[in-house]
Nanobody, 125 residues
Framework: QGQLVESGGGVVQAGGSLRLSCAAS????????RGWFRQSPGKEREFVSG????????RYADSVKGRFTISRDNDKHMVYLQMNEPRTDDTGVYYC??????????????????WGQGSQVTVSP
């Protein structure tokens, strides 16, 4: 079935930087779109960023464009989210996910069928 495990979350000061990692095990998800989502209390899970299987195509939510960067290393079965200049409204639980598509990056959580357990990111003022 495969598992996705996030790491790298924690507390970061606004304007700082943080890198989230997502490791795949039991299955590589090599040929699939990988995405990052986040959820804050009382809010729905929202799309943050996604990358095609090769990394050649990326997509970002408008709220993080220019500040966050997604990347992947298929040899290591890893996906990363570099968060630069985070803001307090970036606070939430960040989830790594995998879609079945190789290239089309969808922002709909329902289209992703493999999820990690989530990693808390708290941005302090």
């Amino acid at each position: 079935q495969g598992q996705l495990v996030e790491s790298g979350g924690g507390v970061v000061q606004a304007g700082g930087s943080l890198r989230l990692s997502c490791a795949a095990s039991g299955r590589t998800f090599r040929n699939q779109v990988r995405g990052w989502f986040r959820q804050s209390p009382g809010k729905e899970r929202e799309f943050v960023s996604g990358t095609s299987w090769s990394g050649a195509i990326t997509r970002y939510a408008d709220s993080v464009k220019g500040r966050f960067t997604i990347s992947r290393d298929n040899d290591k079965h890893m996906v990363y989210l570099q968060m630069n200049e985070p803001r307090t409204d970036d606070t939430g639980v960040y989830y790594c996910a995998a879609d079945r598509q190789p290239n089309y990056i969808t922002a709909a959580p329902a289209d992703y069928d493999n999820w990690g357990q989530g990693s808390q990111v708290t941005v302090s003022p």
